[in-house]
């Protein structure tokens, strides 16, 4: 795609379930942003949110790239290697929602393509932009122990990738934000309880300045939320 020359930067979205009709509403709102149009393969879903937000919907992701500059894919996790493969080959700058692939191969796979195409690829890492964050990073200074408990009930989505992929992750980019030392061990258990790969795990991260965190992560609880 060639740079724009109007004001507006052209974006788009590959995958408009759950999350994706958000990053849809968000550019729709956006004052400096043109929402192009969308891609789904369900073609009901692309068709519904389309309407909502007055734009095209797109036959295929390399059209959707052709007329876009920018585009996030928010498809289930195992699709977002190919999909983001496919956008960086038309030239489109990527958010990609977190996590950034299924596969440290598939994720470098990605950055290594950005990197060739010279587009930038962002991943959705939200919590880094929760305000809780900008005030633990003023106020913590040189934790020495950080415990993080994140504990969902199930959902079926998300389950294609286990669940230090899908929800651990948050954590794990939080707190090597808040401790910025490298890790020294890791000791780590995960079990499988309903899906194919890990629905509780245990992290304990030893960084090389004395720092502990204990992280908890469950997508199987029964605990009501707060
Ligand atoms: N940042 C966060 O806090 C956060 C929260 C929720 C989900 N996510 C991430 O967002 C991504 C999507 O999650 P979701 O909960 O919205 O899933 P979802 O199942 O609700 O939506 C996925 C959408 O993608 C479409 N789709 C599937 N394969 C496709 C393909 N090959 N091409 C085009 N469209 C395709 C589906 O039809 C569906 O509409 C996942 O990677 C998930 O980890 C991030």
């Known amino acids: 795609m060639t740079q724009n020359s109007h004001a507006k930067l052209r974006c788009g979205v590959v995958?408009?379930?759950?999350?994706?009709?958000?990053?849809?509403?968000?550019y729709d709102c956006m004052p400096n942003v043109e929402l192009v149009g969308i891609f789904d393969s369900s073609k009901d879903r692309a068709s519904e949110i389309a309407q909502r937000h007055h734009c095209r919907v797109f036959e295929s992701i390399d059209d959707l790239?052709?007329?876009?500059?920018a585009v996030s894919v928010v498809v289930p996790t195992d699709m977002h290697h190919r999909v983001a493969m496919q956008l960086i080959a038309s030239g489109c700058h990527l958010l990609i929602?977190?996590?950034?692939?299924?596969?440290?191969?598939?994720?470098?796979?990605?950055?290594?393509a950005a990197r060739e195409r010279g587009v930038l690829v962002q991943?959705?890492?939200?919590?880094?932009?929760?305000p809780v964050m900008s005030f633990l990073e003023q106020k913590v200074s040189q934790p020495r122990f950080?415990?993080?408990?994140?504990?969902?009930?199930?959902?079926?989505?998300g389950t294609e990738v286990?669940?230090?992929?899908?929800?651990?992750?948050?954590?794990?980019?939080?707190?090597?934000?808040?401790?910025?030392?490298p890790i020294a061990r890791i000791e780590a258990v995960g079990v499988q309880v309903l899906t194919?790969?890990?629905?509780?795990?245990?992290?304990?991260?030893?960084f090389a300045n004395g720092c502990i965190a204990n992280i908890?992560?469950?997508?199987?609880?029964?605990?009501?939320?707060p």
């Open 123 to 130: 991943v959705g890492h939200i919590e880094h932009f929760n």
């Open 146 to 157: 950080i415990t993080a408990d994140r504990l969902a009930p199930f959902n079926p989505r």
């Open 162 to 181: 286990g669940v230090v992929l899908d929800l651990m992750i948050h954590d794990i980019g939080i707190i090597l934000q808040l401790v910025r030392s």
């Open 97 to 112: 929602e977190k996590p950034i692939c299924a596969s440290l191969a598939e994720a470098e796979a990605v950055v290594a």
């Open 15 to 26: 995958g408009v379930g759950s999350l994706g009709q958000h990053h849809a509403r968000i």
């Open 216 to 225: 908890n992560t469950s997508r199987v609880s029964t605990k009501k939320g």
């Open 196 to 206: 194919a790969t890990e629905d509780i795990a245990n992290a304990r991260i030893v």
């Open 65 to 69: 790239g052709a007329h876009c500059e």
